[in-house]
């Protein structure tokens, strides 16, 4: 029979010898024994965690510590004490250790009796208390090259630091790259050649760890090391170990159509040309892909094979190929060297007559998640290459009819869109376009299988304490049993959520996605209700809830600064989550602080059906100020610039992901949104802040981050009209759409660069990934402003056009009118099938009418405009357009 590692007689040398891993501190706090507890180092306790370390085996091994007498103060003392422990030691804690200089052994020895080489490890008595560091991410950490992988580090600063609130900084170091298989050192230290994707995101001095796509190779295992350190003092440092594996994906073989109709007396093409290697970057993700295919029954001439018909990653079969009447079950295989392949089939029906030429492509994701939109776009083409999209009549049909209950697009077009609330998890469906010419008749169809996957299941969230103090209790919220019946899907990442449980459906973020199901937050006053969204590798998202209370705050004086201390501490330690759930907590305390102030429901999300909510921005347009009960702090123009400050360090190690983009918005709409008094360095330092937010979101927008970022400009529209009011310093300047935006201190040339991006970035941002044909996305602001964003295809533009924009309540901003001809497609230098998005703002009539300075330009701002082509290139604006009705 055959035998795994460790079983059998004699087979002890088919398992690796073990190795042993060390994470810990390397600097030892002078703290007295006295200090409260801290992660990892306890006053004069040390924690040193081998359980990284290479088992050799099936079984747990035995681990072996000592210290070296040369270097070490007080040896034999200690070693005494070291050789009481127990072989399955695998996290050695010392408290009370007399000395300065340490130098411990490690020996792994696996349960077959094979033992490591010894590792050293140096630690010596900083005279500056030693922050510790924490990964939110699981050692070994798995991942695919394709998606990269983002590490968030934070540092605690031991408690009986002099020095009160210091910076920490952080580096990242690539320590050994080995062959997953063999074992191989690939490269190793400083000067290891690990290529500039890896390089340079190691080389960023940031707590956030962000490996890009394909900086990481398939089939390699890479040791990573985080150091943290004092910022005045970098003696004063600590380190921790993460192993981070990239596994090889198989390669992606995209067909698009499944099933097809075709004439047998026309070429037949089948197009795999999309098809990538997902393990390599865009640029290289074709090169050594090979295409086979067979076919049954066997061609009009005999062959089974299609080799003889392949053409790098296309299939052409000749005209009379295909026997009239019979229907042809194509395999086509997709390989490359050294990882798994990929083998789809694709069923013709051959025909005599002369039919157009049908195809069904969809977006080509390995997996699609039921939680987003189905997008699948048709093609037709006329027998013998003529014609256009305009020739024909397009109508779909789905295996599941009631699937297209909830289609996004109108009937007769090309394009189809389906919301996710028509998609269940773990169905199949097939999807046909019928593509009939208007000009002589002509029909045929194509089909497309859609699988869509399913999300984690099986498990349950907890929160420990349920009851506590908003502002100063932290609950310990936990996912736990979760799995996934694909191990393909593998890892899960997890994030938390809170919902008022009663008044409102608003879903707000409170930890961005991480490897660990974990998390200590900070809540607002009121009971809430706490989610887990647990999500598989492709998107996949499942949710459970928990209950938690959390009992108001007396905000006096002493409290206000033992927040903003906290605030400070959290932003310079890294600690995003708490930073971001802790401000927005504050923010809203402080709304409802002063005498006669609205509490203002100030995190804003998702609601169910897709439906959204939009709450007037009283004190944020009519330039008014709550009056400050005796003691009680607002937000003045001081604090509000200190707390957007503290946000933008705080952004520069959050998680470039959904949920912590969500967080990020949230935490800054809640403090734009309280109507206290600003200054133009608030004002700027916020539009940076917006602008880094939607840049950061733009790759996965969500409902509720676009929520937050459209309320966050909302608020900035707000604080700019309050600065620029008839009256204030900044009063006297004119509206100027073209100036150069660089300075800070101006609040006219703030408020420029925020229309310019108001236009430009953020109506692009919240509509999303729409195709031509969808229906347009509308986002309304009440007070302020209303976006409008259409995509249209070339064929569109010669047919002309009339887009309004309205408000939620069905009043009328403003239309823009399209001239119907050719000439403005032409103009543009636009395809009949290329795509283009016209970008439409309307502000509110009494909104600007507020701002002295832009009284007379009133008139022209009603209704903005910029047409912008696919990759987001301004094209026109409205004058260029040739249209009507559009200032």
Known sequence: GVHGCGVGEGLADLCPAPAALVSGPTQLSSCGAGAASVAGLSGEELVLDASASSRGGVRAPSYAWRVDPTTTDFAATLNARLAQLPGNTSTLRLADLEGTTFTFLLQVTSFLGRASPVERWHVTRAPTPAPVVTLTAPSPLVVAPSEGAFISASATIAPCYAG???????????VEARDTASGAVLASGADADMGPALAGALAAASASLVIGPFALEGGVTYDLRCSAAMADDPSAASETMLTVRAVAQPVFLALGSTRREASSAQALVIDASASFDPNAPAASARAGLALAATVAPALAGGAASLAAFVDGLVIIL??????????????????????????ETVTVAAVEAAVPEVTVTTDFVVKRSPDRNLRLVGAARAAGGGGGARDFAYAWTSSDPGVLDHRL???GRRVLVVAPSGLAAGAEYVFTLRA??????????????????????????????????ALSQLFAVAASGWTDDDQDDLPLTYAFARARQTGTSTVTALTADASLGQADVYLPEGAWAIFAEVADAYGATARASAQALATPAELDAARDAGVREELSRLAFEAKTNQFFQLQGGYAAALAGAGAGARRLQLLAGAEPGGGRRRRAQEEAANGTNATAEAGVPTLDALRKTTMLALLQQAQVNNAPS???????????AALLAEAGDV???????????????????????????????????????GVSARLLAPGTAHAAAAYDARAQLEDRSS????????????????????????????????FDLEGAFTLRLERLEGADLASGATLAVTTSAGAHLGSLALPADDGLRSALGLGEEDAMSLHLVAFGADYFSRLDPLAGASAALPLAVL????AGAALADGADLGATGAS
């Open 318 to 343: 000749p005209a009379g190929a295909l026997a009239a009447g019979t229907t042809y079950v194509i395999e086509v295989t997709l390989s490359k060297a050294g990882l798994a392949s990929a083998t």
């Open 436 to 469: 009939e010419s208007t000009v002589d008749g002509a029909a045929a169809s194509a089909s497309v299988r859609v699988v869509m996957n399913r999300p984690p299941f099986g498990g349950r969230v907890t929160v420990d304490p349920e009851e506590g103090q």
């Open 679 to 717: 200054e133009a360095e608030a004002q700027w330092r916020a539009l940076e802040a917006l602008e880094e937010t939607v840049r950061r979101a733009a790759e996965e927008p969500s409902p509720a981050a676009v929520d937050a970022a459209l309320e966050g400009a909302a608020a900035l529209y």
């Open 164 to 174: 009160g609130v210091e910076a920490v900084t952080f580096a990242w170091a690539l």
């Open 409 to 411: 697009t109108p009937e």
């Open 747 to 778: 609040a006219k040339a703030t408020l420029d660069r925020l229309l310019r991006f108001t236009l430009r970035g953020l109506v692009a941002f919240a509509a999303g990934d729409r195709l031509p044909g969808e229906a347009a996305a509308t």
């Open 867 to 870: 047409a912008a082509d696919e």
């Open 658 to 668: 959904r949920s912590g983009t969500e967080l990020e918005a949230t935490a800054l």
